[in-house]
């Protein structure tokens, strides 16, 4: 029979982000914000955090392959000085990497859809379609970014349906932004 029509959504996600990391030395600081966020949280037991791409775009510039030449300022083969922290390093490589392809739409709004919260990550620019695209999947948005304004700002009290966090903050301590989440009432974000 299932659930009654007013029940509310049960999760397996409380907070998750899928999709592409970005090459980390280009376009920083947005693309060191991905790395950062990914690094620290991969491992978290409340986040699905699944890299599309780290594969490509971060592995082969960790200081642990040393297969590429190494930099002159800190010996390492990025071009950031990007490192894993301590608490995340001996975690496997294929942890917060999504094994395959996201293989259709249905895939991926299916993350969405089986998430209680949804990281949007600023992209290439200061808006993305994941913000959009967490709100019609029923997935509160957890904007991470600078954004001076939202759309339609003057109508919509954000605030009522969304968290928002500065980049820097939530870069250097992303662990406390997980914290901040997880402690909210049950009433402002219904838990799994």
Request: proline share 9%; net charge negative.
């Amino acid at each position: 029979a299932g659930p009654a029509p007013d029940a509310p959504r049960r999760s397996r996600y409380f907070l998750s982000y899928v999709g592409r990391l970005g090459k980390v030395y280009v376009e920083p600081p947005m693309t060191l914000l991905r790395f950062h966020m990914w690094a620290a949280l991969r491992g978290h037991p409340n986040v699905t955090f699944l890299a599309t791409n780290a594969e490509n775009t971060v592995f082969p510039y960790l200081p642990e392959d040393d297969a590429l030449p190494r930099c002159a300022t800190c010996s390492y083969t990025c071009k950031e000085c990007i490192e894993l922290p301590a608490h995340t390093r001996h975690l496997g490589r294929r942890v917060g990497q999504l094994d395959g392809r996201i293989t259709s739409a249905a895939h991926y709004r299916e993350y969405l859809t089986n998430s209680t919260l949804c990281l949007i990550l600023r992209g290439d620019n200061e808006f993305t379609p994941k913000f959009t695209e967490a709100i019609v999947s029923g997935c509160v948005p957890v904007l991470i970014a600078d954004m001076p304004a939202l759309p339609f700002d003057r109508r919509l009290d954000y605030s009522t349906f969304t968290y928002e966090f500065d980049w820097r903050d939530a870069s250097a301590d992303p662990e406390a932004l997980v914290d901040w989440l997880l402690a909210r009432p049950g009433a402002e974000v219904p838990l799994v």
